[in-house]
């Protein structure tokens, strides 16, 4: 509040003391304003993920709130205040934990196998890449039928982007000796023909499909015909 104009003061009736002592403040302030680092951004480290018991303590009973929280808590994990980090600095060993937790909260749910297989496995780093298709391999065997459409993009990031048609034969093999529910489509389950095909070894192709034909498991009359014209290419 102002002073009423007679009460006021002329700048030159300060005592001197006084405005010495406001200089040399207001010299500090400048001084100690210049001598701070200028305040950056931190990235904050991914770590491990709380236990099961931990999470399911915190969802009271219903596991959906806990589920849809954490899942979006690490896919925005990247982008912090401030700061935006690659891929390809996150630590996949806690990223898949963090993954293998948020499955577990809710199961029936695609969306933590479409961040490892379309996200997170892109990176151009082969480890981390490895260690992702490992994690949607390990995750397909509680549930190959469920879950077979995950491996079979792993199988194709395998050859595709890892060129490591071993790995993909391997995942190929799983997906076909696994998912057997009729709702899986015979290219996924085909998929390791291909690959034999691809790696020369058509010997091993042949003797495959003769044996897929022969046993009688297959009754879809397309998936039957795919296999006997892929024989007959083969025999030739």
Do not use: C
Not at 19 to 45: C, D, H, N, W, Y
Not at 210 to 228: K, R
């Amino acid at each position: 509040m102002l002073l009423p104009l007679q009460d006021q003061r002329a700048l030159h009736n300060v005592p001197s003391g006084v405005t010495l002592a406001l200089i040399v403040a207001l010299g500090f302030q400048v001084l100690f304003q210049g001598m701070q680092k200028p305040i950056s951004a931190q990235a904050e480290a991914l770590s491990e993920p709380p236990s099961i018991a931990s999470l399911a303590l915190t969802s009271f009973g219903d596991e959906l709130p806990v589920f849809y929280g954490s899942l979006l808590w690490l896919q925005a994990f990247d982008h912090q205040p401030g700061v935006s980090i690659p891929y390809t600095k996150l630590n996949y060993e806690n990223l898949t934990l963090w993954l293998d937790r948020i499955v577990s909260l809710y199961p029936q749910s695609t969306y933590p196998f479409l961040l490892a297989s379309r996200i997170y496995s892109q990176v151009p780093d082969p480890v981390r890449q490895r260690h992702m298709l490992e994690f949607i391999r390990e995750k397909f065997v509680e549930d190959p039928n469920g879950r077979w459409r995950w491996l079979a993009e792993a199988t194709l990031i395998a050859k595709h982007r890892l060129d490591d048609l071993p790995l993909a034969l391997s995942f190929a093999e799983q997906l076909a000796s696994l998912a057997n529910s009729p709702e899986v489509p015979f290219w996924a389950r085909d998929m390791q023909l291909m690959l034999l095909q691809d790696m020369d070894e058509l010997e091993s192709a042949r003797i495959l499909i003769g044996g897929l034909l022969a046993n009688g498991d297959i009754d879809d009359p397309y998936e039957i015909s795919f296999l006997e014209m892929k024989l007959k290419e083969l025999e030739q």
